[in-house]
T-cell receptor, first 117, second 113 residues
Framework: DTGVSQDPRHKITKRGQNVTFRCDPI?????LYWYRQTLGQGPEFLTY????????KSRLLSDRFSAERPKGSFSTLEIQRTEQGDSAMYLC???????????????FGEGSWLTVV | KNQVEQSPQSLIILEGKNCTLQ??????????LRWYKQDTGRGPVSLTI?????NTKSNGRYTATLDADTKQSSLHITASQLSDSASYIC????????????FGRGTSLIVHP
């Protein structure tokens, strides 16, 4: 396993359609994060999981967004009834929860680009 | 207001020159600070990570410094190369609780030949 894998890398969808992104974290990483990033901005936190438990959600995550990590391994992020404002890159990241937080490097995937037309 | 502020917003330098990027943060209590490099259209890649007890950390031509008292960090790039053109993002993580990292907006660096 060489890193965090995201699929698809690019998605163009019509407004109102549903889209789903998948993330496969680095093996044995128990933490998985979803971020959204628009051009010229840093990544914005959406939600994170520790194992299969979704521990925190940002207020950016409206009720049209849902994330799951059913077996504590891969995760999916679904956006229902997409809007043009949802166009962004959706980044997945993973890390391992160590007792010492100094080595909790977060590894990012290459992102999934969403364009809503 | 973003709790992690970076400056400058963008920077253009000539190949071979040095540059320094700044990061000021207000999040507390502080656990660690990371610098990431993000090439256009790619995911961020970690450059350095420092805890509050560390003042400096190097990774090749990249040297990060941290002053936990003034809540400032800098990333110094030596002998810049064209491949250094990217966005450099400062990320601060709180201690205790959720450990959710807080991202700055990044500094866009362009290195010209």
């Amino acid at each position: 396993d060489t890193g965090v894998s995201q699929d698809p890398r690019h998605k163009i969808t019509k407004r109102g359609q549903n889209v789903t992104f998948r993330c496969d974290p680095i093996s044995e990483h128990n933490r998985l994060y979803w971020y959204r990033q628009t051009l010229g901005q840093g990544p914005e936190f959406l939600t994170y999981f520790q194992n299969e438990a979704q521990l925190e959600k940002s207020r950016l995550l409206s009720d049209r967004f849902s994330a799951e990590r059913p077996k504590g391994s891969f995760s999916t992020l679904e956006i229902q009834r997409t809007e043009q404002g949802d166009s962004a890159m959706y980044l997945c990241a993973s890390s391992v929860n160590r007792r010492s937080n100094s080595e909790n490097t977060i590894y990012f995937g290459e992102g999934s680009w969403l364009t809503v037309v | 207001k973003n709790q992690v502020e970076q400056s400058p917003q963008s920077l253009i330098i000539l190949e071979g020159k040095n540059c320094t990027l700044q990061c000021n943060y207000t999040v507390s209590p502080f656990s660690n600070l990371r610098w990431y490099k993000q090439d256009t259209g790619r995911g961020p890649v970690s450059l350095t990570i420092m805890t509050f007890s560390e003042n400096t950390k190097s990774n090749g031509r990249y040297t990060a410094t941290l002053d936990a008292d003034t809540k400032q960090s800098s990333l110094h790039i030596t002998a810049s190369q064209l491949s250094d053109s990217a966005s450099y993002i400062c990320v601060v993580t709180l201690s205790g609780g959720s450990y959710i990292p807080t991202f700055g907006r990044g500094t866009s660096l362009i290195v010209h030949p």
